[in-house]
């Protein structure tokens, strides 16, 4: 595959997932009501593809269409070559909810042992994700008695039991504090090393650290569909603050303490560090100002 | 890829989990059910042998619910929604929930069954002819009609409504659904024993054969009438 993802895949990278996920023209939603509007991609190369939009854009809606919970009024939907809603495309992919999904009235690793039985892992498979997701020391507690944190940790740890070449991950670390959102980040990296990892959230410096590309949805329709760092270099601006007053500054706008200035990206910081200091500028810090992808969310 | 293995059954943990929920519903099912089968045991005459088989539905109804609560929860914290993600069908996790339901209405029936006639044999008294037929006539189908049409309806009544929780929700209110085909019928035999001579088993029967068909009917129907996106979490 190209660098544009929706290039054609009539010559597949060699390392594509066969077929990946394949949206054409595809329109759903809820009760007749299109959420979705002719939403249209191609994905087979293996990295992070993080899924942006504002609430409501249908991210949450697509999730559950390509997991062949929601029947598109209109298009297809493919994975892994086959059309979706067959068994053997569902056993493709995993889906993580945005919902916890964890049945009420069970301890940790009971929980774990419906999710084996659904999944058709085996026992060592829990028994190695009670250690990997760290839940070992609450596997005998009631789910009653878990923080939302342990909850949501307890969710994603099903994402862990049986690999596959496709997961569907929607607000995976929604409700974990920031260690644990980073150590699930860690082990979501990992297995984007040959798989194809959907990931919606809502925090755009989770997703500008994890994505390798962006789809963002915008009122039910695929907006940008790009590497990550080329949106990055759409708009770069830099944050400037010196330690005292100086003229060289004075028509910068300003935002706080930080005098702005667009850069063609990254690479032109030096040039405007030299020329900052060649005009007696005295510099305490200089940062990014935008996440660009805060503008996939107007 | 995952071999071509059987479905995996989720009855046993679903029996477990409506246990755990609905507890307090069983609970109170057994005790009105051994307190009736006590008080109705010691006393001497035919109320025991004529009132029991015709009460055991709304006991079994009670106890019941915890399996529609385990619905309930499922459906508002995503867990059919991750079901449907891995194939399940939405009659398939009806009939679940269905089966939970009867297994608990045996574990109902069963004890207050043993209650009953223990203290009944166990005072010497016995039990009638009529109370075997009445019980196999009528108490034992309309048990597993009732149960099915409570919990079947319980489930339609949730999926199509916003979460609601207390004795406003659809779980707070199927226990009254449950009790009606057993009411309706007992109200119809009275009301025709007091106006013709219909024997009770022409009237109790065909009652038990239409609450059964009605809820076969919604089961064969659910994946019709009930698109997928009902069954998904409101929130």
Redesign the interface.
Known sequence: MADDPRASRAAPDPGSIEGGISCRSVSSG??GKAVLKGISFDIDRPAIYVVLGPNGAGKTTLF?TL?????PYSGEVWVGGERIGL??A???LH?L??????????RVR?TL??YA????ASPADVDRVLDLLEIRPIADRFLTALSAGQKKRLSVARTFLREREIYLLDEPTTNLDPKAAREIRELILGLSQNKIVLYSSHNLFEAREIGQYVLAIKSGQLGVFDRLENLRTARYVVGVRVLEASAALADWPREGDYFLRELAGPEAVPALLRDLESRDVKIREVREMNNPLEELFT | ??PP?KD?T?LG?TV???L??GRMFLLAGLIYAVVFSLVLGLTAGPGFDEAFPLLLPVFAVIASMGALM?FS??RI???L???????FSSRRLFVNVLLAGFVLAVILVGVSTAVGLGVRFGSGQGVSAVFVELLLAYGLPMTFASVGFAVTVGMYWTSLSSPRSGINSPVGLAPIVGIAPPLITLVLVGFLAATTSLPFELVAGPAVVVVALVVLALLAQVDRLL???RL??P?
């Open positions: 809820y009760l559950r997991a062949g919970i929601l029947r068994r053997s569902r056993n493709r889906y909810s945005h919902m916890d999904g964890i049945p009420d009235g069970l009971e042992d419906f039985r659904v999944e058709r | 890829m995952d293995t995996p989720l943990i477990r989990r409506s755990v929920l385990v929860s499922d914290k995503g867990v929604e991750y079901l449907l993600a891995y194939g698109p997928l996106e998904l979490s929130t």
